[in-house]
């Protein structure tokens, strides 16, 4: 599908990401980062610089967006020594958290870029071993209920939830939601809800409003894995392959289900607080 002109100048107008006043908004809350699956997401600082968001995708590799980690007064990249990771972060406190050993940009980036804004990265050490992973999903996850998560600048110590999102539209490419992001947000992940644990459908990078609505542009799951196009970061991607995400084991400092958003979210009604509620919970709430 071919993506509409106004939404690319509104989005990238926005880039690094515009909050209107008067816009109808998803709702969003703050989700304990501590528990599975909002522990795979974490936020990435630069050099005491700048940060963003980011997830994990394996025990040791990790998605965001290109821009976060390049140096635009430099014009150049950051060295990966000045990248951190911090899986689960809340409130200044850092238990899971790593430097970055490497990093690869998706082939072809350049500031403007858009489908080519993406970066997988490997940590020095194997938080996800502890905090868990995401799954990657498909397009057809779509269909599911969608979610997405970052270190907004209005709150860049807890992690906000938006949820209640839909697909605008979509491509192997590319995705547009009517998720509400902001500054922040960018490098995070759209997750689609299923019952057996969220998929990672998007790296959020861009948003804006049109027409009185929050639109969110990410890059979408199935390009990460495009060799012809992304002969080096895709190459990186197939070898962790499309497996499905991991949960902490129980008895550690990461719980395993999301026990305290469920309740949040079910206001008294009886729901499991499993992944499975979860899943349920947001697809009533759409």
Request: net charge negative; proline share 8%; charged share 15%.
């Amino acid at each position: 599908m071919v993506m509409m002109n106004s939404f690319t100048k509104i989005a990238f107008a926005a880039l690094l990401l515009s909050l209107s006043l008067g816009v109808k908004a998803n709702p969003r809350i703050r989700v304990e980062a501590m528990e599975y699956p909002w522990s795979t997401v974490g936020r990435i600082n630069v050099a005491g610089r700048q940060y963003c968001t980011g997830v994990l995708i394996s025990e040791r590799h990790v998605l965001t967006a290109a821009h976060c980690l390049w140096n635009r007064v430099t014009r150049d990249w950051w060295p990966a020594s000045s990248v951190h990771f911090i899986a689960g972060y809340e409130g200044g406190e850092a238990p899971l958290h790593s430097l970055v050993h490497f990093y690869a940009v998706a082939d072809g980036w350049v500031p403007g870029k858009m489908e080519e804004d993406w970066v997988v990265a490997e940590l020095e050490e194997p938080v996800g071993r502890i905090a868990g992973w995401a799954g990657i999903g498909k397009q057809s996850d779509l269909a599911a209920p969608l979610g997405q998560l970052g270190y907004r600048l209005e709150s860049p110590h807890a992690m906000s939830f938006d949820y209640g999102c839909k697909p605008i539209s979509a491509d192997p490419r590319f995705l547009w939601t009517d998720c509400e992001a902001a500054h922040g947000d960018s490098g995070g992940p759209v997750f689609a809800f299923l019952p057996g644990g969220p998929r990672l459908v998007g790296i959020v990078i861009a948003a804006g409003h049109r027409d009185g609505h929050p639109v969110t542009a990410a890059v979408a799951a199935p390009a990460l894995f495009d060799t012809a196009r992304f002969p080096n970061a895709a190459k990186i991607l197939n070898g962790i392959g499309r497996e499905a995400g991991h949960a902490p084991e129980p008895g550690g400092p990461v719980a395993p289900e999301p026990v305290a958003t469920v309740p949040a979210l079910a206001e008294g009604r009886p729901v499991p607080s499993t992944l499975a509620g979860l899943a349920k919970l947001l697809s009533e709430a759409r």
